[in-house]
């Protein structure tokens, strides 16, 4: 039996996980935390000093997913990290501390089966295309830049090689920010307006062509559900960082 405990579980997509982890004969759900239920552990920190957990799932914010995870590494529980907001080298912090404790962190900027396809089809295409850029779509009211989908697929990108740039930005006339962020090599624009949920696109073009690989999320928290629940099962003896739901598939 696997002990978890859910941050955010009162989130859009905690709360579909945590009942999933009750549904399942070999999972446990054993503590929930949430800031603004008086009924749930206020912090990750109070939940796992209070019950015994082997893994810690956090969909809770930018802001406090950094805090969350290394407080359930040094307390030796494993980490599945569904929320965005944490940067490449925070995950390399993570990934130190984690080997440190002998513990596993799983992490994926989007736990559905789709963006997994896409880190993987979009890996494979930059070996054989030399120029691309990320499209980062998300609600009006999501406050990171870009999403932990997009900011995932840019690093994975990277791992492969820099893309070409016609014009150095360094040499560009007009405004730097037109160009977007660069992340880990690419450049990512992130579009925040009302309909979207979740989107990510990456465009690569070579000369007189053209190709696009694009994940799109519904408005229901049942694509990542199943992902995480993989995540939950495959992190249990672990040791350091896995980023990506790609990584568990066969």
Same mark, same amino acid.
């Given at each position: 039996?696997?002990? !978890?405990?859910?941050? &955010?579980? @009162?989130?859009? @997509? #905690? ?52 805090? $969350? !995870? ?7 529980? $494993? !980490?599945?990290? &569904?929320?965005? &907001? ?15 404790? #002998? ?5 994926? #900027? $989007?736990?559905?089966? @789709? ?18 850029? !990320? ?12 999403? #932990? ?30 160009? &977007?962020?660069?992340?880990?090599? @690419? ?38 559900? $199943? ?24």
């Amino acid at each position: 039996m696997i002990r !978890v405990c859910v941050a &955010g579980i @009162t989130g859009w @997509t #905690g709360s579909a996980v945590a009942e999933a982890v009750e549904a399942e004969a070999d999972l446990e759900l054993v503590a929930g935390v949430a800031r603004a239920d008086p009924a749930r552990y206020s912090s990750v920190a109070e939940a796992l000093d209070a019950v015994p957990a082997d893994v810690l799932v956090d969909y809770t914010h930018a802001s406090a997913v950094k805090q $969350n !995870v290394l407080a359930a590494i040094e307390r030796d529980v $494993n !980490v599945v990290v &569904g929320s965005s &907001g944490m940067s490449a080298g925070d995950y390399d912090e993570a990934d130190q501390a984690a080997h440190a404790r #002998g513990v596993g962190v799983i992490a994926a #900027g $989007n736990f559905s089966l @789709t963006a997994a396809l896409l880190l993987r089809f979009a890996t494979e295409a930059a070996r054989h295309l030399e120029s691309w850029e !990320v499209i980062d779509y998300a609600s009006a009211t999501k406050s990171d830049a870009p999403s #932990g989908t997009s900011r995932e697929l840019a690093e994975r990108l990277d791992a492969v090689r820099p893309p070409a740039i016609g014009v150095p930005l360094d040499e560009l006339q007009g405004p730097r920010e037109a160009r &977007g962020a660069t992340i880990g090599g @690419t450049q990512v624009h992130s579009l925040r307006l009302p309909s979207f949920t979740v989107s990510a696109e990456v465009v690569f073009a070579a000369e007189g062509e053209r190709l696009s690989i694009r994940h799109d999320a519904g408005e229901s928290a049942a694509p990542y559900v $199943n992902g995480t629940l993989l995540a939950v099962r495959a992190v249990v003896g672990r040791v350091g960082l896995t980023r990506g739901l790609d990584q568990l598939l066969g």
